[in-house]
């Protein structure tokens, strides 16, 4: 199955980690100019995570990835559990958010997780994604993210998230797939540059939508 999430976004297995571990949980937020997003969501989410997770059946070793978007502040504040690094592409360049790194969710009890935040350039796109997406039999997990950063900086182009996501999952999926694969796809626009982008004004769209 895949799943496609676009422009608002609510929503790896490490090689050790068994697979009925696998459960991905993302959430990205944006600051919206009432006050600074909260430096501290993402690390203490998790730990509240880890100790949610350590009283579920099948949930050890599960992995997850916190973001914090803070528009005004032009930041990306994150920590991830055992999950692949969200990608951040800005033009012809591709970085990957890969520290703040911590183990799998309930691996170890009462374990401390730590935060990362990184300066974005206007207009950056924000991907997220399970490993489904990357992980093929044969290779290794560079080769995987290497193709995905290739192609989001030839995709990132497009005028909405939505068309992202769809040429991702095109151009990086073989043909017969036998893992689930998620992916998150959000346009970091600048608070100038999304009240340019307004979507019409209609009964059927949400506030929240309003903003594409």
Not at 13 to 37: D, N, V, Y
Not at 43 to 72: K, M, N, P, S
Not at 92 to 121: E, F
Not at 183 to 193: D, G, M
Request: aromatic share 4%; proline share 7%; charged share 20%.
């Amino acid at each position: 199955m895949c799943s496609k999430v676009s422009q608002n976004c609510r929503l790896r297995r490490w090689p050790t980690c068994p697979r009925r571990g696998r459960l991905c949980w993302a959430r990205a937020r944006s600051s919206s100019g009432h006050g600074p997003a909260t430096q501290s969501v993402p690390a203490e989410t998790l730990e509240a995570l880890d100790a949610f997770a350590a009283t579920l059946d099948g949930a050890f070793c599960a992995t997850a990835v916190v973001t914090v978007v803070d528009r005004r502040a032009r930041t990306i504040t994150y920590s991830h559990a055992g999950h692949p690094p969200p990608l951040v592409v800005s033009g012809a360049v591709a970085t990957w958010l890969d520290d703040a790194a911590g183990v799998p969710l309930a691996v170890i009890a009462g374990v401390k997780r730590s935060n990362q935040t990184r300066s974005l350039q206007p207009n950056a796109t924000l991907i997220l994604y399970t490993d489904g997406l990357i992980e093929r039999r044969g290779e290794s997990l560079d080769q995987g993210m290497a193709r995905l950063a290739d192609a989001a900086i030839g995709c990132v182009g497009a005028s909405s998230g939505q068309p992202v996501a769809d040429a991702l999952l095109q151009l990086l999926l073989p043909g017969v797939i036998d893992d689930d694969v998620v992916i998150v796809v959000k346009q970091l626009l600048a608070p100038e540059e999304c009240s340019r982008r307004m979507l019409p004004k209609n009964d059927w769209v949400s506030p929240s939508r309003q903003c594409a």
